[in-house]
């Protein structure tokens, strides 16, 4: 399965703060484990000091796209869900002189800000509309501002009102800034060159009110919400998402079924995670076992995919304690010299055994569940394909289907599971993926 994580959890020095703090003596309370402040006594912490640090941005590489205002008369980027036959019939140049030209012959999908060359500088300006029930040639030539003679011209109509629902025409248009199908008006997917972690926000305007709207995002499935005139669903790149190109795909059912799609490939940079190495004690050995960890992942990757609206948020999310971050989403992590090895899919916090773990957003608990690796868990749903959740737990103190506001206590944290001392590994994942939970915790977002 492409898309497990092998995310894993485990309290670690943080070189940063050693050097400030300086290393603890044996047998005193290290700081990043916390103390033994219950009866039980916590595991000896393997000193594996590493470098955590958050995900260093990807650099900006030149070729990144631009959105637009890059054309030149003898240039032109393609937009989201526009093709080498849309762009040609908006330009009014042949397809096959376009394809040859740009030597993109046989392709199926232009990538977003793949710069076409021209033969000349455009002539003509079309937009392509879906001609609806209630349309006729007069209404429509109103509409946009053109005349009915020039309407039937440019689409060759034997007849001035020879236009039936369902038929794409071309319009002529002064400023026609993309080709898209109709009846799509407007497709935006930002930000424009993401990296593993990152949550990519696809944002649709139509010209009709859609029966259906659906679409995929490097095949896995994209859910729209109504947003005033737009329909906008968000994914989330995971922490093993590998740059290149991904196929973006819409498809927009209309009142009288008929299907139109807009598509696009969509470059994704590469991520620039750290790696660290971490020490686990034989007592957890068993918890590095690939099929363990890749079972887990599983069902963490059901739980994820789940649904429901509304969205619950309307701020920043919050961490589940105020305590000190000692471990980032994202780091590429080898266990004991490499016989495991996966991403960090969350953030650590440090948490004494017994203090409150808080929801980081209102939300309804949809699953609390003693994991092998995580420990006993909280996973909150917040809508719209959004999920966080609170591991390596001593006690929970809510139960599933409970509804609960930001900063409620769920759990006492803990270090259950696979964890060399208690903290709360806290993962945020939407539309399926876990994502880095900074920006998150920064603004509102989407
Ligand atoms: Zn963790």
């Not at 076409?116 to 007069?138: C, F, G």
């Not at 898209?180 to 935006?188: G, K």
């Amino acid at each position: 399965m492409a898309r497990i994580m092998r995310g894993a959890c485990l309290l670690l020095g943080l070189a940063g703060l050693w050097s400030t703090t300086g290393p603890l003596p044996v047998g005193a309370h290290d700081p990043e484990v916390g103390p033994a402040p219950t009866a039980t006594p916590q595991p000896v912490l393997t000193a594996t000091v590493v470098a955590l640090q958050p995900k260093v941005s990807a650099p900006q590489v030149a070729l990144a796209p631009r959105a637009s205002g890059a054309d030149t008369t003898l240039v032109r980027r393609a937009a989201m869900g526009e093709s080498l036959d849309s762009i040609a019939q908006q330009t009014g140049f042949s397809l096959r002189e376009l394809a040859t030209r740009n030597r993109v012959a046989g392709v199926t999908m232009l990538t977003i800000g793949q710069a076409l060359q021209l033969p000349a500088p455009v002539k003509e300006n079309i937009k392509l509309v879906r001609v609806s029930e209630s349309d006729t040639m007069v209404s429509l030539a109103a509409q946009y501002n053109v005349a009915p003679g020039a309407l039937a011209l440019a689409n060759l109509l034997p007849c001035g009102d020879c236009i039936v629902p369902g038929q794409v025409i071309r319009v002529p248009l002064l400023n026609a800034t993309s080709s898209l199908p109709a009846p799509f008006e407007d497709i935006q997917v930002s930000p424009l060159y993401p990296s593993a972690g990152d949550v990519v926000t696809v944002r649709v305007r139509t010209s009709v009110a859609p029966k259906v709207l659906v679409g995929e995002f490097d095949g896995r499935p994209l859910r729209f919400v109504r947003e005033a005139n737009d329909y906008v669903a968000i994914i989330g790149l995971p922490p093993s998402q590998v740059a290149g190109s991904v196929p973006v795909l819409v498809h927009l059912t209309d009142s009288t079924d008929i299907v139109s799609t807009a598509g696009s490939l969509f470059p994704v940079g590469p991520s620039g995670y750290v790696t660290a190495n971490v020490t686990v004690g034989s007592d957890l050995l068993a918890l590095l076992q690939p099929l363990v960890n890749d079972l887990e992942a599983l069902d963490l990757a059901n739980i994820y995919a789940g649904w429901s609206e509304p969205q619950r948020w309307t701020g920043p999310f919050h961490l589940p304690n105020n305590d000190e971050i000692t471990g980032y989403y994202g780091s590429f992590r080898t266990y004991n010299g490499g016989i495991y090895q996966g991403y960090h899919s969350g953030m650590d916090v440090r948490a004494w055994t017994g203090t409150p773990s808080r929801a980081a957003a209102p939300g309804r608990v949809v699953v609390v569940k003693r994991f092998a690796v995580r420990g006993l868990t909280v996973i909150v749903d917040h809508g719209r394909g959004v999920y966080t959740a609170y591991c390596h737990n001593s006690e929970v103190l809510v139960k599933e289907g409970d509804e609960v506001a930001t900063g409620d206590i769920l759990a006492k944290s803990g270090t259950t599971g696979r964890s060399e001392g208690p903290h709360i590994h806290f993962e945020l994942a939407v539309g399926g993926a876990q994502v880095e939970p900074l920006p998150w915790l920064a603004q509102t977002l989407p």
